[in-house]
């Protein structure tokens, strides 16, 4: 069964860059079907999507974070990882990477990884 | 972008009551892309209806989902204990995934 497991650290300084690795398994990162994203979650605030990639390269953003945020796909080891540049308090937030399929097996995200916790402080 | 809505923002009930959540969109969205997710406390959230209307696998038939257009309707038929969660919806459109603010379902 598919599983996705979140690392990085958990603190970063004002202005630092966020980076986050997200790791697939019992699956395959290249399927055909299948495009990898990355939600976070403020304490006690609801979701948000940030961006979603393909096994190809192909990406999609959140216009709102596009500015600051990379997301990218290593098939050689089964990851795909958000970069997000210039993090201030605001982006404390629980990250979550999923998977969700395309037109023809659902934009709904599912399966989730366990989330990691960022914190942005000085 | 579409701007998604969820009410009542909490639903104070009774074990073995009857929840009716609402969704509703800035403008009409599609059906196939309508979803809904459970989430409990330190927990991911959960997938429980796509399509609008289709359950997820392992998703108890107490779970339902309705509407088209720009209203929808997620409804638990008979709450049970596990069932007191915060509930978000979810739509993609314009190659954007936007969520609802959420409705937390809490005990009477």
């Known amino acids: 069964q598919l599983q996705l497991q979140e690392s990085g650290p958990g603190l970063l300084k004002p202005t630092e860059t966020l980076s986050l690795t997200c790791t697939v398994s019992g699956g395959s990162i290249s399927s055909s079907s299948d495009y990898w994203g990355w939600v976070r979650q403020p304490p006690g605030q609801g979701l948000q999507w940030i961006a979603s990639?393909?096994?190809?390269?192909?990406?999609f953003y959140n216009p709102s974070l596009e500015s600051r945020a990379t997301i990218s796909v290593d098939t050689s080891k089964s990851q795909f990882s958000l970069r997000l540049r210039s993090v201030t308090a605001a982006d404390t937030a629980i990250y979550y990477c999923?998977?969700?399929?395309?037109?023809?097996?659902?934009?709904?995200?599912?399966?989730w990884g366990h989330g990691t916790l960022v914190t942005v402080s000085s | 972008e579409v701007v998604l809505t969820q009410s009542p923002g909490t639903l104070s009930l009774s074990p073995g009551e009857r929840a009716t959540l609402s969704c509703r969109a800035s403008?009409?969205?599609?059906?196939?892309?309508l979803v809904w997710y459970q989430q409990k406390p330190g927990q991911a959230p959960r997938l429980l209806i796509y399509?609008?209307?289709t359950r997820a696998p392992g998703i108890p038939d107490r779970f339902s989902g309705g509407g088209s257009g720009t209203d929808f309707t997620l409804t638990i038929s008979r709450l049970e204990p596990e069932d007191f969660a915060v509930y978000y919806c979810?739509?993609?459109?314009?190659?954007?995934?936007?969520f609802g603010p959420g409705t937390k379902v809490d005990v009477k």
């Open positions: 990639v393909y096994y190809s390269g192909r990406t």
């Open positions: 999923a998977r969700h399929g395309d037109f023809f097996s659902g934009r709904h995200f599912d399966p």
């Open positions: 979810q739509v993609y459109g314009d190659s954007v995934f936007t």
């Open positions: 403008r009409g969205v599609s059906n196939i892309y």
């Open positions: 399509g609008a209307s």
